[in-house]
């Protein structure tokens, strides 16, 4: 296992290529304008939260609607870092809740391939597996589409579970 300052060192020689920077500063600009542009177009269905930068790992925010904060449920626009995709995830707002709404989620289409919760949800699915970041409009446009359908979707079998 290395050291801790093997992994600066290298962290030291990515930074000096200088792309890590502006490849993380794009990602949290665009995640940014996403939000206002998602707020803006669906404030009739959603209210938005405050952007998450994360550790490089995920740089997400939250939203919600009535029918989900009464069951203390809320949604995430997440950005993986790792894969460079985007998803959506059911969260719950205390353990108790994601663990109820994981019992049920965990035999449906959501959770097919998995055997354990996930660590910080109750579901997540991707969104867009391979996101053209050059064409930030279309994207942009892609994700809103998705996010709706995607979103309604997990809402209605919310609603089919009859969990409260």
């Known amino acids: ?72 449920l809320k949604l995430g626009l997440v950005l993986n870092h790792q894969k460079i995709q985007f998803e959506i995830w059911l969260l719950g707002q205390t353990i108790p809740i994601q663990d109820k709404y994981w019992q049920f989620f965990k035999t449906t289409r959501w959770n097919k391939d998995r055997i354990t919760k996930p660590q910080y949800s109750i579901l997540e699915t991707v969104l867009i597996e391979k996101p053209n970041f050059n064409d930030l409009e279309s994207l942009t446009q892609q994700i809103e589409d998705r996010l709706i359908t995607i979103s309604n979707e997990i809402i209605d079998d919310i609603k089919r579970s009859k969990l409260k």
């Open 1 to 72: 296992m290395k050291k801790l300052n093997e992994y600066i060192n290298s962290y030291r020689e990515e930074l000096k290529k200088g792309d890590i920077q502006k490849a993380y500063t794009g990602i949290v600009k665009y995640v940014t304008r996403l939000r206002t542009t998602l707020s803006k177009n669906l404030s009739e269905c959603y209210s938005f939260g405050s952007l998450f930068q994360g550790y490089m790992d995920y740089t997400y925010f939250y939203y919600s609607n009535d029918f989900l904060k009464e069951r203390k």
